[in-house]
């Protein structure tokens, strides 16, 4: 029996002009999701070719791959998707990145590490519209608290 292997291989310029076609047909800024190494085809060199092309934002699933992000040099906003310890959630606020609020409960942790770092949180609200992966609930987006993070 002859064992066969898959090759992937990635053309850094096509990702850069796939990017600018994505960019010229839609008319508005776009965010490109790098999240688990880009789905195997490797986040830094992916990001750096969407960068190159005119890419705005890019979204991780975790703080751990943002950080390899921003340590690649990558300046542009960054939206983390998942839950954060208070470790995560420091570093993410620390580096700019936009963190998920995923339930009402992480306000105080975000809140306590803008307050010590004497910045504000960059927060993106998760409303699960039905899924039920993860986010608040439709009636309880409305209800946001009324405080600044």
Request: hydrophobic letters at 50%; aromatic letters at 6%; one cysteine or more.
């Amino acid at each position: 029996m002859e064992f066969c292997s898959s090759v992937l291989e990635i053309n850094l310029a096509s990702v850069r002009h796939n990017c600018s076609v994505y960019i010229n047909t839609a008319g508005v800024p776009i965010m490109a999701v790098v999240k688990a190494d880009a789905y195997g085809c490797g986040a830094v060199a992916i990001a750096k070719a969407a960068e190159a092309a005119g890419i705005e934002a890019f979204a991780v699933a975790r703080v751990g791959e943002a950080k390899i992000l921003r340590e690649a040099g990558i300046r542009e906003p960054i939206l983390v998707f998942n839950a954060f310890t208070q470790d995560e959630i420091d570093f993410g606020v620390a580096a700019d990145l936009i963190l998920t609020l995923n339930s009402f409960e992480m306000i105080d942790k975000l809140v306590n590490a803008a307050d010590r770092q004497k910045k504000k949180a960059l927060v993106h609200l998760k409303v699960d519209t039905g899924m039920g992966r993860f986010g608040v609930f439709p009636a309880e987006a409305g209800k946001t608290p009324n405080r600044p993070i």
